[in-house]
């Protein structure tokens, strides 16, 4: 591969947008043998974190510091690709990109920083920081969306990390949830016909063109199935995805461990680890469809939930046929208003679907549950408790199980939360995540979204503008670094929970609902205590003698009053709420509701 100059890279970052990349390779060389993968180690980079290391004892200049990046960032390329890619005009576009990109925003932060330590004004400083912020999300925003796919997707999940990027990055990330690239219908029907080995036409009798939506990883076409001429979705992976997976994920690999080397206190690296294990499963569109299938088949015995999980048909590995259930985005106000769906009810159901996803037991947990993967529409029929309106879930590739010691220790701790129990929250913060004395505020602010402050005293009220701005400011005042090195310590599977809290967290306040957050507290009250519940009886049941024996019955007694404490406060409260819709109130946020904990 040729080496990149500064004057190369910079141009490169203004490249033409990013599109099908097999239509693009078709127009630039024959098509020659696919890329295969090593079988074992199928994002294998090679030694790539030694490239692009300077003298130790010269300070890096610009120029060092692009050519360093570039020079990595090259070498990770092509440790990645066989000969007859990494060659290519399109390896050295993409590279050149990141690398470009990554090259500016280190030599922006280090020449911002140094001008904020010079300065004595603290309103100064921070608009320097912001400035700085705004500039580099921008900068890398327009990478992502050229480079599309796995970039698109570290971009959504970036713009979810509320609780540890700054402001300025996931706000600049947000249109990246509805943002992404499209291939081409050709594409499509050649990739139907290479992992088929059938027509379109041979299965369904019609088949859109043009996408109804598209994702990161993939996009959907409606289709009708010629033999029963069943409506259904076809979601179809980006045929170029595979082929650049390898290097995009060496390239996300090499940025991480790049600004680690610069920025040490700024350890991200982890990021990078569970994209290398989350990815592979997303691209799997047989195992997606194993996750939606059990999913439908948990929720079945909860009937009471107004959850839809569109029916599978069939699968491939990178095409998945399914039922089409379509809806509306949550945070469509209007839509919810005009057709007389409660939004505090729409919060109510996320919050029982997402706590049994978390908590029940063997339950399936959606870890991608952002707005784009869930949708709303109305019904004419009632649910059994009365709800007029149906949740859609979407993409079921990203999974994960939580073993049951687990739930236990997470139930325990989120219900000293809620009782304000400061010492038993730190009890089970370490047996969760292995958080220490020091650790615990952090923690603690991270799990709930909510300043220390609030938490160690009444985390069920609402959430204000000034608390945002603590909370902001407390990450632009050096907690991030320490929020960063924290969140490299703890269980990923814990990682995965912080996202989909902040996630659901965020879908529930886009829905400004009424009463505050004391009906989705109380209602993961409930589920907790049902998790304890559980716990205690089978201890009960491993002692001797039955439940009925008089020491296991009073046990069993003790455990059974102790969830119906936290059960009878939720159907108080859901009663109050029914009286006054009843009665014509509208439901105000509940400032004394702590009491009733």
Same mark, same amino acid.
């Given at each position: 591969?040729?080496?990149?100059?500064?004057?190369?890279?910079?141009?490169?970052?203004?490249?033409?947008?990013?599109?099908?990349?097999?239509?693009?390779?078709?127009?630039?060389?024959?098509?020659?043998?696919?890329? &295969?993968?090593?079988?074992?180690?199928?994002?294998?980079?090679?030694?790539?974190?030694? =490239?692009?290391?300077?003298?130790?004892?010269?300070?890096?200049?610009?120029?060092?510091?692009?050519?360093?990046?570039?020079?990595?960032?090259?070498?990770?390329?092509?440790?990645?690709?066989?000969?007859?890619?990494?060659?290519?005009?399109? !390896?050295?576009?993409?590279?050149?990109?990141? =690398?470009?990109?990554?090259?500016?925003?280190?030599?922006?932060?280090?020449?911002?920083?140094?001008?904020?330590?010079?300065?004595?004004?603290?309103?100064?400083?921070?608009?320097?920081?912001?400035?700085?912020?705004?500039?580099?999300?921008?900068?890398?925003?327009?990478?992502?969306?050229?480079?599309?796919?796995?970039?698109? #997707?570290?971009?959504?999940?970036?713009?979810?990390?509320?609780?540890?990027?700054?402001?300025?990055?996931?706000?600049?990330?947000?249109?990246?949830?509805?943002?992404?690239?499209?291939?081409?219908?050709?594409?499509?029907?050649?990739?139907?016909?290479?992992?088929?080995?059938?027509?379109?036409?041979?299965?369904?009798?019609?088949?859109?063109?043009?996408?109804?939506?598209?994702?990161?990883?993939?996009?959907?076409?409606?289709?009708?199935?010629?033999?029963?001429?069943?409506?259904?979705?076809? #979601?179809?992976? +980006?045929?170029?995805?595979?082929?650049?997976?390898?290097?995009?994920?060496?390239?996300?690999?090499?940025?991480?461990?790049?600004?680690?080397?610069?920025?040490?206190?700024?350890?991200? @690296?982890?990021?990078?680890?569970?994209?290398?294990?989350?990815?592979?499963?997303?691209?799997?569109?047989?195992?997606?469809?194993?996750?939606?299938?059990?999913?439908?088949?948990?929720?079945? #015995?909860?009937?009471?939930?107004?959850?839809?999980?569109?029916?599978?048909?069939?699968?491939?590995?990178?095409?998945?046929?399914?039922?089409?259930?379509?809806?509306?985005?949550?945070?469509?106000?209007?839509?919810?208003?005009?057709?007389?769906?409660?939004?505090?009810?729409?919060?109510?159901?996320?919050? +029982?679907?997402?706590?049994?996803?978390?908590?029940?037991?063997?339950?399936?947990?959606?870890?991608?549950?952002?707005?784009?993967?869930? =949708?709303?529409?109305?019904?004419?029929?009632?649910?059994?408790?009365?709800?007029?309106?149906?949740?859609?879930?979407?993409?079921?590739?990203?999974?994960?199980?939580?073993?049951?010691?687990?739930?236990?220790?997470?139930?325990?701790?989120?219900?000293?939360?809620?009782?304000?129990?400061?010492?038993?929250? #730190?009890?089970?913060?370490?047996?969760?995540?292995?958080?220490?004395?020091? &650790?615990?505020?952090?923690?603690?602010?991270?799990?709930?979204?909510?300043?220390?402050?609030?938490?160690?005293?009444?985390?069920?009220?609402?959430?204000? @503008?000034?608390?945002?701005?603590?909370?902001?400011?407390?990450?632009?005042?050096?907690?991030?670094?320490?929020?960063?090195?924290?969140?490299?310590?703890?269980?990923?599977?814990?990682?995965?929970?912080?996202?989909?809290?902040?996630?659901?967290?965020?879908?529930?306040?886009?829905? +400004?609902?009424?009463?505050?957050?004391?009906?989705?507290?109380?209602?993961?009250?409930?589920?907790?205590?049902?998790?304890?519940?559980?716990?205690?009886?089978?201890?009960?049941?491993?002692?001797?003698?039955?439940?009925?024996?008089?020491?296991?019955?009073?046990?069993?007694?003790?455990?059974?009053?102790?969830?119906?404490?936290? @059960?009878?406060?939720?159907? !108080?409260?859901?009663?109050?709420?029914?009286?006054?819709?009843?009665?014509?109130?509208?439901?105000?946020?509940?400032? =004394?509701?702590?009491?009733?904990?």
């Amino acid at each position: 591969m040729k080496s990149f100059s500064v004057a190369s890279l910079s141009r490169l970052v203004s490249n033409k947008p990013w599109t099908c990349t097999n239509c693009r390779t078709q127009l630039l060389r024959p098509a020659k043998a696919k890329f &295969q993968r090593h079988a074992s180690h199928p994002f294998s980079t090679g030694p790539s974190s030694s =490239a692009g290391r300077g003298p130790k004892t010269k300070p890096r200049g610009r120029a060092v510091v692009l050519t360093a990046t570039a020079t990595g960032a090259a070498g990770a390329g092509a440790l990645a690709f066989t000969d007859d890619i990494k060659y290519g005009y399109d !390896v050295t576009e993409r590279t050149g990109r990141v =690398a470009a990109a990554l090259a500016l925003c280190i030599n922006d932060y280090r020449t911002s920083l140094n001008q904020r330590e010079k300065s004595d004004d603290p309103a100064e400083k921070d608009i320097i920081l912001k400035q700085c912020h705004e500039r580099c999300a921008v900068r890398t925003l327009k990478v992502l969306e050229k480079n599309g796919g796995i970039f698109i #997707k570290l971009g959504q999940h970036l713009s979810a990390m509320t609780y540890l990027l700054p402001h300025e990055w996931t706000s600049t990330f947000i249109p990246l949830q509805d943002k992404c690239p499209v291939s081409s219908y050709e594409s499509i029907e050649d990739m139907f016909r290479r992992d088929t080995g059938e027509e379109l036409r041979d299965y369904f009798s019609e088949f859109a063109h043009e996408p109804i939506g598209a994702a990161s990883l993939a996009q959907v076409h409606l289709a009708t199935v010629k033999e029963t001429g069943q409506r259904v979705a076809v #979601k179809v992976q +980006h045929p170029g995805l595979a082929q650049w997976a390898p290097l995009d994920m060496a390239l996300t690999k090499f940025t991480f461990s790049t600004l680690k080397r610069f920025f040490p206190e700024y350890d991200l @690296e982890w990021l990078s680890s569970e994209m290398e294990v989350s990815l592979p499963q997303e691209l799997d569109f047989q195992l997606e469809a194993s996750n939606a299938i059990r999913t439908k088949q948990h929720f079945q #015995k909860l009937p009471e939930l107004p959850l839809v999980i569109p029916d599978v048909l069939w699968a491939k590995k990178r095409i998945l046929v399914m039922a089409n259930e379509s809806g509306r985005r949550l945070d469509d106000l209007e839509y919810l208003d005009s057709n007389g769906i409660d939004r505090d009810e729409v919060s109510a159901t996320l919050a +029982h679907i997402f706590n049994e996803m978390i908590f029940g037991k063997n339950a399936p947990l959606h870890c991608d549950p952002h707005g784009g993967n869930i =949708a709303i529409r109305k019904t004419s029929k009632r649910s059994r408790r009365g709800k007029n309106f149906e949740i859609i879930i979407y993409d079921h590739g990203l999974y994960r199980d939580i073993p049951e010691h687990l739930q236990r220790s997470y139930a325990k701790m989120w219900l000293a939360v809620i009782d304000g129990d400061m010492e038993g929250m #730190k009890q089970h913060a370490h047996e969760v995540a292995g958080i220490t004395e020091e &650790q615990f505020p952090l923690f603690a602010s991270a799990i709930t979204g909510r300043d220390y402050t609030v938490v160690s005293s009444s985390i069920l009220k609402s959430r204000s @503008e000034e608390e945002k701005k603590t909370m902001g400011d407390a990450l632009q005042e050096g907690l991030l670094s320490d929020l960063v090195t924290m969140l490299g310590q703890v269980p990923r599977i814990i990682l995965l929970i912080l996202k989909t809290n902040d996630l659901t967290r965020s879908l529930d306040e886009n829905l +400004h609902t009424r009463q505050g957050p004391m009906r989705t507290f109380l209602i993961l009250a409930h589920y907790c205590a049902r998790t304890v519940l559980r716990e205690q009886v089978d201890e009960i049941k491993q002692r001797p003698g039955s439940l009925l024996a008089p020491a296991n019955a009073i046990r069993f007694i003790g455990a059974w009053m102790s969830y119906l404490r936290v @059960e009878l406060k939720l159907e !108080v409260f859901e009663l109050w709420l029914s009286i006054k819709r009843v009665m014509g109130f509208n439901t105000t946020q509940y400032g =004394a509701g702590a009491s009733m904990i």
